[in-house]
Each structure stands twice: as C-alpha cells, then as structure tokens.
C-alpha cells in the first residue's frame, strides 16, 4: 500500500484538551476506518493500528517491512481495556501496572482467545502496555480501540525519536504522523515477560531494573544481560522475546562499541590510515580528547546524566549514519539504572556486539 500524501497534523503547540484537537480526532478516524498512523508516545514514535482488526494490523508489517513472526504491543488507553486482552493477571503483574502505568513498561501476559493471531504472531501471549503521553492516550481514546503499535521506524533502523524521523522512513507509506514533538525518554520501554513462573525482563528501557526490583523485591525479577546477544547465533532456534533474532536499530555504517578513550584513539587512527573516514560518538567530557582528530564528532551529552543520553541516542545514530563516515566508533556506558537500556541499543546496533 502507497500513498501519495501522508498527512502530518502537528499537535506539538497545544497544551490543553488535547483530546478535542482536530488532528488528534482526524487520526483517530483514520485509525478506526483501518488505516494506519504514527503518533508521539514518551518512549518513541509508534505506528498505531485498530488491534481488532486484522487488515489494518497487517499494514503496520508492509508500512514497516517487518517480519510477521515478530508480534506487536497493544497500547491501551486505561486499565479497563486490559480486561479485553489477557485472560488472567498475575498479581505481581497488577501491582507493576498500578505502580508504573501510565508509564514506559510493556506486560507480556497470557492473552484473551479474542486477540488477533496478527498481533501477537500466534503466540499464546500478548503485549500490553499503557503510555504515559496526551496525545497516545487520546488518541487510542478517540479511536476507541486497542492499539497495536510498533516504533514507527522502518525495520532494521533506529526507532523515531521526531516526527522527521518517521518521515524520513515511512513517508508515503502510511495514511498519517501525528507531529507531537519529539518523545520523551528516547529509547522503548521495558519489557516484562509473565507467562513464566519468574517476572523476567525481555528488554531493558525506560523502567530500569532497580525500579523494577524495588516494587516487586530484588529475586523477584530475573535479567540474563547479553542473552539477546544469542540473535546472530543460528543455533539459537527459540529466542525468548521474537524480535530479538532480528538485528536492530542498525545503522547503515558499521558501528563499534570501545570502551576507553584510548581503545578509540587507536581505533580511529588505524581507520583513517586505511583511508576511512570515522565519526566518534562520545560524551562531552571526552569531547576535548577526541574530537581533534574525528572526521566527525557527535556528543553523546554527558555521562553523568544518562537520562539525556538515552533521549537523543537514535537521533545521534541517525546522524552519525546520514554522515558520511565509513566507520562509527562509539563509548560505551555502565550498566546501571538508565545505562542498561542505552547499552542493550548500542550493542543490537553495533557490527561487532
Ligand atoms: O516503547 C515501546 O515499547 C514502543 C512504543 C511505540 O510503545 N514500541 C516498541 O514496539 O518498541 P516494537 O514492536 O518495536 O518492540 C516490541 C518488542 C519486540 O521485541 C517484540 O518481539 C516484543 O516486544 N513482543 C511483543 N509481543 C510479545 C510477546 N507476546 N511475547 C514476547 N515478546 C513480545
Ligand atoms: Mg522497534
């Protein structure tokens, strides 16, 4: 499906009654005639569909080019719409839900017959989440729907942090972008699994392991860091969290993890003699170090507010890539609180991860 205009409604400027902006009613009915439209959230851009209808969510794969074995997240816009959707609530996942939606967490739950093969690749289970943004949550409101909604990115490249970023990938492609500036913390939201007997988290985000832990008790959430480094591994025929396999947010020119400055330097003098131009992707305090001799510099913020890295990470990839670097070397961040979901990006990114 192509079109020959994506309308853009721009819902940035308003502050108020959000749920009454002309544009936000506009996508909606777009949403509901079965079309589909990305739209802001507070982690990323996603590419909003009627979940209950299975030609609409089929659109959101051609718009994105996304495998159909990889299931989607329905966005609800209240608790109430959570009934419509898993056939039982694990306490602990309730008690997650009262505590952090609307919020950046994803619920993997066992799901209502009802729910589209579509959706949820036909998996027995389905993912759920609330966001805590106006504009998401009026419009799922006004289309009176669940949402089924991936990052509104095409797949395989960073997921959309502005509106420009989902033109950029999908203009033409879908019927609308509702433009409500960019998202807030950058990168997606956590995904925890609960069809299994322990809570685990499938994909770090935007509620970090600590938060987590601190509701639920520290054993009573597991993280197995790297597993998903499983994906480039033929042999791993059952990856926990389908979209794992795939290789994500990569962009074009490789990308290489370093740890220190030094491994940098080294790094980017061996490229440049080969007669590569490098783009270095580093934190202001190692701004003064680097930048000297990078054909590009691109500022990661600063390592003390990870916070503000974490917001700007796929523009920064996007950047770097659009740039005209051969070769994309990057520093690499702890793996607490906010860093574990900035490293999980970087190495799903990277060439060598
Ligand atoms: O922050 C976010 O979560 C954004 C915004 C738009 O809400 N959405 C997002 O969706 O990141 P997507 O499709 O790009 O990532 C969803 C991830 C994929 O890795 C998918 O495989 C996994 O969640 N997933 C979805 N349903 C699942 C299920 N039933 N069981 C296990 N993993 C599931
Ligand atoms: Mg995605």
Redesign the pocket.
Known sequence: MSYKQTIVWNVDNIEKERSLDPGIKEAALWIKRGEVVAFP?E????LGADATNDEAVEKIFKAKGRPGD????V?IANQEQLKDLASSVPPLARKLAEHFWPG?L?L?LPKKQEVSNKV?AS?D???V?M?NHDVARALIKEAGVPVA????NQSGRP?PTKAEHVKHDLFGKVAGIVDGGPSGFGL??T?V?FSKETAWI??P??ITKEQLEEVLGKDRIGFENGADQLDNNAEMVSP?????KYRHYAPDSPLILLRETKAIKRRMETEQKAGKKVAVLAVEEHRSDLEPAADIFIALGSCVKLEGVAAHLYDNLRQADQSDADIILCETFSLEGVGLAIMNRLEKASAEG
């Open positions: 959230t982690t990323v851009y996603g990889n299931p989607l997240i966005h950046p994803t993997i949820t998996l289970t389905v993912a989440r966001p909604a991936p990052s509104a997921s997606e939201s995904v699994d499938l994909r985000g935007g926990k969290a389908p979209g794992m």
